[in-house]
């Protein structure tokens, strides 16, 4: 078998496809095609693949790619070395992983002298030898006869043995990879606080004393603890426990040395087992385990952020509506931007209605004129510092309103990331002449308009829906969240004669540069009134037009299939689906039921399979249907303002800011985001918080804990409340959506809620809720 065919094997195993899928997939992508193209308009060549599944497979096809460079290097060097038997090629012919091709080259890997090359400069090999065949004989006997100016004695004699073992057994594969997957099954992650950082560390100090199985750490405790070590906090360290795996790891080195009788020999290289497990093996297996921890904590870390973001980017608009844009603030003034429905910048002002001002009068009076020149229908509210307040004075302006007259809807908005977008080079060029702070509250109102047309502006990291993102490998994240923006984009579509620049550089097939050529085009020339025009941009060319033209749309164009998302090299077997209706494609759309008696099999032919035409009847059911849902914000309590408004037991309205690993955040509208542990979610065991929750959704929670010292609320999603003695709870809050909290786990101690500027506190009896509370820790 090829390499190419062993590699579509093994990924269409691992995404559950057949390996023909995957050739024809790979094709494709190495043809410059794009995932959400593929995806969408190339089913009949993948068998209908999809976004995820391919995303996938592209992940995994560069790394089986590099695999094999490795593979073809490693040949390479052991065949100059003219040291390459079959059996060594065949092994490293099946090595599946790198850390697997490494075992195998370490012995052959180019190194710096050792002491096992000393020891065997000095003569020493023969005496190594003379010990393993004569397990009878007294080690120290058979060393006397190896004395030379180089090894004075004995024990100099037996310590260089003892190095050309350590090494041997150093660079034997088997044994090395024995004990790297006993341990990912069985080893222990501990920590301990290094003397005089008791202080100074104080928000690690569940980490002071701590200890948990690594085959089960979850993502967030095991880049909390990672952090706490490199911060120099605490000593770290993974590896078995002193009962059982460490007797049990000594018995595998030693089983490698066939030591099975009890002679002098067998016992003097029982020691050589231990010290060499001791001092080598542990700590060589030990940095595998660590890159291991890391790497998989990391994996999830990014997977929770990718799945956050994909809820932000596919939350609903609230649609193209004249809005006013308004960016608290206390001291410095309330920002007011007011946009038209296209997000067309009209007007700006800043409002003092606080401290020192204080002039709730003029601010008023500057409102109800904004909401009059304009016909405002949507108010948008950042969640940041006097959200509240703000949100209290815009309802007392609104009511100032003379009878009849239509309100504008108010929506508080997560105004994350938007101070990134405000001082960017984008903003910038996008609006010269205005200052930083108002650029703001532009973006606020834009966001409420359309959040994937505002947020993709900003850099995805930016936008503050993940969980340790700053410890993750950031090259890694960027890729991962760079493709949830462009399915997100590609999945809804982008209205071409509208996008700004850096929406069109997500769209499938289209670079920054090509967005640019398409805007300066439109600039000069009008709006596009067909996708065919496409092709008179500079720069565009065919393959691009073919990549990029299903996901663009053109409203009220010269023809109705570019609203829509057939793609145009199908337009001719739309037109003839459209045709047995016997109606033109305009009043089809406002009858589509005339479709429910089409078969689909009837068009099925040479060039366009059945996945094509069914996607086609839908998308002529509904042309350029946006897959968002339907628009809706919650509604905040009235005189619930800040944290010392809540009480345990109170029902409330709020929006989901963030879902970790062990919970979900909620904005209520005190500042503060509550956190609703995973343990509180649902009346049913829940693994994965994103089986319940999606950041955007408005859900009903019940206030169980407030602690306004340090800034925690602990909400429940659950319907019922169980005994107190058995009752899981539940706790932590953030100050803001793009501070995500994070948990740790102390075994056998139940810890405190966390909250604000906290990180991971020590922990204390917490009555009830002791159990679940040890994951609320937060970290910044």
Known sequence: MDRAARINRIISREISAGPAQVAAAVALLDGGATVPFVARYRKEATGGLDDTQLRALSDRLGYLRGLDERRDAILKSIREQDRLTDELARAIGAAETKAVLEDIYLPFKPKRRTK??????????????????????????????????????????????????????????????????????????????????????????????????????????????????????????????????????????????DLKGDGPGDRWLRGVAGWTWRVKLRSMVTTDLIADLRSRAQEEAIAVFARNLKDLLMAAPAGARATLGLDPGIRTGVKAAVIDATGKLLATDTLYPFQPRKDVTGAQ????????????????????????????????????????????????????????????????????????????????????????????????????????????????????????????????????????????????????????????????????????????VPRLGPRAFEQCAGFLRIRDGKEPLDASAVHPEAYDLARRIVATCGRDLRSLQSDPA?????????????????????????????????????????????????????????????????????????????????????????????????????????????VTEVDVARKRIGLSMRKEVRDAGTEEGNGGARHRPSAPKDGLRKAGKPSLMGGKGAGPQGEAQHGALGSALRDAMKKR
């Open 116 to 257: 096992a090359m000393i020891a065997r400069e000095n003569g020493l090999g023969p005496l190594r030898d003379a010990i393993m065949a004569n397990r009878n004989a007294h080690p120290e006997k058979l060393a006397a006869d190896y004395a030379t100016e180089a090894v004075p004695g004995v024990k100099e004699a037996l310590e260089g043995v003892r190095d050309i073992l350590t090494e041997e057994l150093a660079e034997t594969a088997g044994l090395v990879g024995a004990l790297r997957d006993y341990l990912r099954k069985n080893a222990l992650v501990t920590a301990t606080v290094i003397p005089g950082q008791e202080e100074t560390g104080a928000k690690f100090s569940d980490y002071f004393d701590y200890s948990e199985t690594f085959a089960t750490m979850p993502s967030h405790r095991a880049l909390a603890v990672l952090r706490a070590a490199k911060e120099g906090v605490v000593k770290f360290d993974i590896g078995p426990d002193t009962e059982i795996g460490q007797p049990r790891c000594e018995a595998m080195v030693a089983a490698r040395l």
């Open 365 to 536: 009076a500057k409102i109800l004129d904004l909401v009059a020149r304009h016909g405002i229908e949507l108010i948008a509210i950042g969640n940041g510092t006097a959200s509240r307040e703000t949100e209290k004075l815009v309802a007392d302006t609104l009511a100032m309103l003379p009878p009849g007259a239509t309100k504008p809807k108010t929506v508080v908005v997560s105004e994350a990331g938007a101070s990134v977008y405000s001082a960017s080079a984008l903003a910038a060029k996008e609006f010269p002449d205005l200052d930083v702070s108002l650029r703001g509250a532009v973006s606020i109102a834009r966001r409420l308009q359309d959040p994937l047309a505002e947020l993709v502006k900003i850099e995805p990291k930016s936008i503050g829906v993940g969980q340790y993102q700053h410890d993750v490998d950031q090259r890694r994240l960027s890729n991962s969240l760079q493709a949830v923006v462009e399915d997100a984009v590609n999945a809804v579509g982008v209205d071409l004669n509208t996008a700004s620049v850096p929406l069109l550089a997500h769209v499938s097939g289209l670079t920054p540069g090509l967005a640019e050529s398409i805007v300066a085009h439109r600039d000069e020339t009008g709006a596009f009134r067909a996708r065919r025009e496409l092709l008179k």
């Open 594 to 702: 005339a479709l429910k008696d089409v078969q689909a099999e009837t068009f099925v032919d040479d060039r366009f399979g059945l996945p094509t035409v069914r996607d086609i009847l839908t998308e002529l059911e509904k042309p350029g249907r946006d897959p968002r849902p339907t628009f809706k914000t919650a509604t905040f309590a009235e005189g619930v303002e800040e944290i010392t408004d809540l009480k345990p037991g109170m029902r409330l309205e709020g929006t989901v800011t963030n879902v970790a690993a062990f919970g979900a955040f909620v904005d209520v509208g005190v500042h503060q985001d509550g956190l609703v542990h995973v343990s509180q979610l649902a009346d049913r065991f829940v693994k994965d918080p994103h089986e319940v929750v999606r950041t955007g959704d408005v859900v009903q929670v019940r």
